[in-house]
């Protein structure tokens, strides 16, 4: 898959320089399983200044492979830019000259937080030891986050994918510190479809034989479940672009230089090869699979009287948005929650598929200038 050399596993784990990262302790947190998770911390960034009334704060949550690094140029331990650098900043949409935003990394996750990848007590990576999370726990986390940064209450809670799930959760669990949320392309409940693409993904990675049950984090550089990952990543990214548009870039083009008639590749394949390399190279498999778990799990009706009985709990004034090209998460996906909601869903017309929350940042700040309006 690559010519040069992979990265020791871990590369990213806390040894690195934390540049403008912070981190809370965890220690303990009880989980939804039952299970206690002792010595975690969530790493976090902020921007902005939080208002004497406490009035001000917001808070972003991210996708499968994101990170607390909204925005800000690469630096010590992040080697790319923020991933909302168009919708997060001063005069931006969400302008960090008037909110507090807070971004933390997902619990489970490999970019400062506690996950798989992290030494443990005894001196070895928490590996296939690192407990199954759910949405809930990584949202637990992060009402722990908001308690010890004193905010009582969001005036946002924003997030697209996994980031919308936690949003959900917030609104539906914690309803009363819950202004307002914007959900972005997410469910109520993981679907049959996103529960399959997702498996395909675990299966890919858990027959790395270098995946080792969870337990590789210790081999040598450059050894891991690399292929597995670039193998999932692959499916993945297909279900985060949509046909037209893979159609209209790549077509049946082969790649420059190259003859599939002779063991070369499609441009389109090389493309998946992009996207595999580049994840493999800044995210951890067992951190993948963990989160991907969690979000084949969701379900904010689980225990609470079903879907309806759950959304009806939410006190927060909602936005739900979706991509018309989606076909991991489709516009009905966004139909259903809006109307569990009691509102209706806006659908952003695009070509990106899901990654559109990512890419359509006129589109996307709109949605926010609309919500941080009546806030
Ligand atoms: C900015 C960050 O990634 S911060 C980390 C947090 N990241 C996230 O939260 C999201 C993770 N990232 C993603 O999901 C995606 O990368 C997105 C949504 C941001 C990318 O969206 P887009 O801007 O549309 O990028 P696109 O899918 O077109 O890919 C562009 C890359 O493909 C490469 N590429 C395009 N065609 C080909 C080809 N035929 N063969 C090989 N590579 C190709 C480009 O050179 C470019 O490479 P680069 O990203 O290394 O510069
Ligand atoms: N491309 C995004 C979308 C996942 O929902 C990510 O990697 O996080």
Same mark, same amino acid.
């Given at each position: 898959?690559? %010519?040069?050399?992979?990265? =020791?596993?871990?590369?990213?784990?806390?040894?690195?320089?934390?540049?403008?990262?912070?981190?809370?302790?965890?220690?303990?947190?009880?989980?939804?399983?039952?299970?206690?998770?002792?010595?975690?911390?969530?790493?976090?960034?902020?921007?902005?200044?939080?208002?004497?009334?406490?009035?001000?704060?917001?808070?972003?949550?991210?996708?499968?492979?994101?990170?607390? @690094?909204?925005?800000?140029?690469?630096?010590?331990?992040?080697?790319?830019?923020?991933?909302?650098?168009?919708?997060?900043?001063?005069?931006?949409?969400?302008?960090?000259?008037?909110?507090?935003? /807070?971004?933390?990394?997902?619990?489970?996750?490999?970019?400062?937080?506690?996950?798989?990848?992290?030494?443990?007590?005894?001196? !070895?990576?928490?590996? $296939?030891?690192?407990?199954?999370?759910?949405?809930?726990?990584?949202?637990?986390?992060?009402?722990?986050?908001?308690? =010890?940064?004193? /905010?009582?209450?969001?005036?946002?809670?924003?997030? *697209?994918?996994?980031?919308?799930?936690?949003?959900?959760?917030?609104?539906?669990?914690?309803?009363?510190?819950?202004? $307002?949320?914007?959900?972005?392309?997410? &469910? =109520?409940?993981?679907?049959?479809?996103? +529960?399959?693409?997702? &498996?395909?993904?675990?299966?890919?990675?858990?027959?790395?034989?270098?995946?080792?049950?969870?337990?590789?984090?210790?081999?040598?550089?450059?050894?891991?479940? @690399?292929?597995?990952?670039?193998?999932?990543?692959? +499916?993945? @990214?297909?279900?985060?672009?949509?046909?037209?548009?893979?159609?209209?870039?790549? *077509?049946?083009?082969?790649?420059?230089?190259?003859?599939?008639?002779?063991?070369?590749?499609?441009?389109?394949? %090389?493309?998946?090869?992009?996207?595999?390399?580049?994840?493999?190279?800044?995210?951890?498999?067992?951190?993948?699979?963990?989160?991907?778990?969690?979000? %084949?799990? @969701?379900?904010?009706?689980?225990?609470?009287?079903? /879907?309806?009985?759950?959304?009806?709990?939410?006190?927060?004034?909602?936005?739900? =948005?979706?991509?018309?090209?989606? !076909?991991?998460?489709?516009?009905?996906?966004?139909?259903?929650?809006?109307?569990?909601?009691?509102?209706?869903?806006?659908? +952003?017309?695009? $070509?990106?598929?899901?990654?559109?929350?990512? +890419?359509?940042?006129?589109?996307? %700040?709109?949605?926010?200038?609309?919500?941080?309006?009546?806030?």
């Amino acid at each position: 898959m690559t %010519s040069r050399p992979l990265p =020791a596993t871990g590369a990213w784990r806390e040894g690195h320089p934390p540049g403008r990262r912070r981190w809370l302790g965890l220690d303990p947190l009880d989980l939804e399983s039952g299970s206690r998770l002792t010595g975690a911390r969530l790493a976090y960034e902020t921007w902005g200044t939080l208002a004497p009334d406490g009035g001000n704060a917001v808070l972003v949550l991210h996708a499968l492979t994101g990170d607390a @690094h909204l925005r800000g140029p690469a630096e010590p331990g992040h080697p790319s830019a923020g991933w909302w650098e168009g919708v997060v900043g001063p005069g931006l949409a969400l302008d960090t000259d008037r909110w507090f935003v /807070v971004a933390p990394n997902a619990l489970g996750g490999c970019q400062g937080s506690t996950g798989p990848a992290t030494t443990a007590a005894d001196g !070895r990576a928490w590996g $296939s030891r690192f407990p199954a999370l759910t949405v809930r726990d990584l949202v637990r986390a992060e009402v722990a986050l908001a308690d =010890a940064l004193g /905010v009582d209450g969001w005036a946002a809670v924003i997030g *697209g994918s996994l980031g919308g799930m936690r949003a959900l959760e917030w609104a539906v669990d914690q309803s009363d510190r819950v202004r $307002s949320a914007l959900l972005l392309c997410c &469910s =109520a409940v993981a679907t049959a479809e996103q +529960i399959a693409w997702s &498996s395909a993904q675990l299966h890919a990675i858990r027959a790395d034989p270098d995946w080792l049950g969870g337990d590789y984090h210790e081999l040598p550089a450059g050894r891991g479940p @690399h292929a597995g990952l670039g193998l999932a990543r692959r +499916i993945a @990214h297909i279900t985060y672009r949509s046909p037209q548009e893979l159609q209209a870039r790549f *077509g049946s083009a082969a790649q420059d230089g190259e003859d599939p008639a002779a063991g070369g590749r499609y441009a389109v394949e %090389s493309y998946l090869d992009h996207h595999a390399e580049k994840l493999v190279r800044r995210f951890d498999a067992a951190s993948y699979v963990r989160l991907t778990e969690a979000m %084949s799990a @969701h379900d904010v009706g689980r225990d609470r009287g079903g /879907v309806g009985a759950a959304l009806r709990r939410v006190g927060a004034r909602t936005l739900v =948005a979706g991509v018309d090209s989606d !076909r991991l998460f489709p516009p009905a996906d966004q139909h259903a929650l809006a109307r569990g909601l009691g509102t209706s869903a806006r659908i +952003i017309g695009s $070509s990106y598929g899901h990654d559109g929350f990512l +890419i359509e940042t006129e589109q996307v %700040s709109e949605l926010v200038r609309e919500l941080l309006k009546g806030t």
